[in-house]
T-cell receptor, first 114, second 117 residues
Framework: GQQVMQIPQYQHVQEGEDFTTYCNSSTTLSNIQWYKQRPGGHPVFLIQ?????EVKKQKRLTFQFGEAKKNSSLHITATQTTDVGTYFCAGLSISNFGNEKLTFGTGTRLTIIP | GAVVSQHPSRVICKSGTSVKIECRSLDFQATTMFWYRQFPKQSLMLMATSNEGSKATYEQGVEKDKFLINHASLTLSTLTVTSAHPEDSSFYICSARDHGTGSYEQYFGPGTRLTVT
């Protein structure tokens, strides 16, 4: 079945440093979504990318969707303590019957050293 | 924004008993709801897709007779863990999609932490 891998699994950065997590799917995706989960919390939607090669920005966060629609990245500039959490990419696949399925990546846990 | 609630947030039950978890979309109608489970420090694994008025679609390896899903209305889906065992202890999270927006964004509930003793 479809697999979505993320690297790195963990990332510790000094506050103010940049952070990047990479997401790779074994199959072509309809779209890619990114979620953030704080410790003890539930996933919160960040963004959705649909088009091949799409780039979207949200303040210090930059999201990219690969040309082949099989990989994606999230880059955070000048991290802050509020960025702590686990970042998941999630690939959307839609079957011929219209059934949708979101396959979550393995996640990257970000910790910030003040 | 769209809000999804789950109840209970935390439950402890004895081995062999059944537990029902409710998932509600509070300000939108959810034709489709999803049930995930998450083990500590791991990713979310989709268990089943719940469709209002029809049978749920279960992922490979998920026992439909053990994890009963009912989606009787456009705002409520329930997951019943039957004859629970300690290995069923996990964080169960539901999500819902607001088909009215045209977006595939899923809104997640706060989760239910199940501990089976």
């Amino acid at each position: 079945g479809q697999q979505v891998m993320q690297i790195p699994q963990y990332q510790h950065v000094q506050e103010g440093e940049d952070f990047t997590t990479y997401c790779n799917s074994s199959t072509t995706l309809s779209n890619i979504q990114w979620y953030k989960q704080r410790p003890g919390g539930h996933p919160v939607f960040l963004i959705q990318l649909v088009k091949s090669g799409e780039v979207k920005k949200q303040k210090r966060l930059t999201f990219q969707f690969g040309e082949a629609k099989k990989n994606s990245s999230l880059h955070i500039t000048a991290t802050q303590t509020t960025d702590v959490g686990t970042y998941f990419c999630a690939g959307l696949s839609i079957s011929n019957f219209g059934n949708e399925k979101l396959t979550f990546g393995t996640g990257t846990r970000l910790t910030i050293i003040p | 924004g769209a809000v999804v609630s789950q109840h209970p947030s935390r439950v402890i039950c004895k081995s062999g008993t059944s537990v029902k978890i409710e998932c509600r979309s509070l300000d939108f109608q959810a034709t489709t709801m999803f049930w995930y489970r998450q083990f500590p420090k791991q990713s979310l694994m989709l268990m089943a897709t719940s469709n209002e008025g029809s049978k749920a679609t279960y992922e490979q390896g998920v026992e439909k007779d053990k994890f009963l899903i009912n989606h009787a209305s456009l705002t409520l889906s329930t997951l019943t863990v039957t004859s629970a065992h300690p290995e069923d202890s996990s964080f169960y999270i539901c999500s819902a999609r607001d088909h009215g927006t045209g977006s595939y964004e899923q809104y997640f509930g706060p989760g239910t932490r199940l501990t089976v003793t």
